[in-house]
Structures are given as C-alpha cells and as structure tokens.
C-alpha cells in the first residue's frame, strides 16, 4: 500500500475511521525525515493491510502543532482511533515492524478501560 498524505482536513477523518493508522509527520529539508520516509514508505509495502499516512509538517504547522509534534520526524500511531504511540526521532524496519505487532496484540479494550479519554 502506498503512504497518503494527509492533511488539516482529513486527519482526524482518517486516524479515527478504524484499525491501526500510522502517521509520520515529516519535513522534506531534515535528513532524518528523509531517512525515515523511506524506512516508513517499505513498511506501508510490507503491512498492506494498515494505514500509512505522511502530514508535511511545513505545510501543516497548524495540524502539526494541535496534536503536539515539535520534531520531524514524529512517529504516532492510532488504533481503533486511540492514539497509543507518539516518538520523534526516527526507527530501523525493525523496530517499525516490531512496533506493528505490539499494536496489533493490543487489548484495546483494556487501553480502553485503563485510558478512557475525554468524556
């Protein structure tokens, strides 16, 4: 699956649609960025079955700012609209696809139960 670009206007549209959504907010002038895209756009070819998503942070400082990323790259992932990652900094394929089957494996109805969210 190829990544997709998200933007103010379908972000929360898409994090919140179901099943496991990960974001890489990113900037094309860091050359961390630049190295994790590519890392992240191989994962998305390996995990058809997810959402992968880009926001271009210098094109979305508002959306970038609202859901706390200071850094490119950041690293969030949701599931089942529940975000349960958040890292700047860049990871190996590895750890990207070890960070997948923790979130696969989640109970979410115990994230659920343990972290309720706004009422």
């Known amino acids: 699956m190829q990544t997709v670009s998200l933007t103010e ?3 929360a549209a898409t994090v919140d649609a179901g099943g496991i959504v990960l974001v890489d907010f990113r900037t094309a ?3 961390s960025s630049r190295a994790f895209a590519a890392v992240f756009d191989a ?3 390996r995990h058809s079955d997810l ?3 880009a926001v271009d942070t210098e094109a979305e400082p508002g959306l970038a700012a609202a859901v706390g990323v200071r850094r490119s790259p950041t690293l969030m992932v949701f599931r089942d609209g529940v975000p349960v990652f ?3 900094g860049w990871l190996p394929a590895d750890s990207v696809d070890l960070l997948i089957a923790t979130v696969r494996e989640l109970d979410m109805t115990a994230v659920r139960e343990q972290y309720p969210g706004p009422v």
């Open 9 to 11: 206007d379908d972000f």
């Open 29 to 31: 002038r860091s050359g």
């Open 43 to 45: 994962a998305a070819h």
């Open 51 to 53: 959402v992968f998503a």
């Open 86 to 88: 958040a890292e700047p």
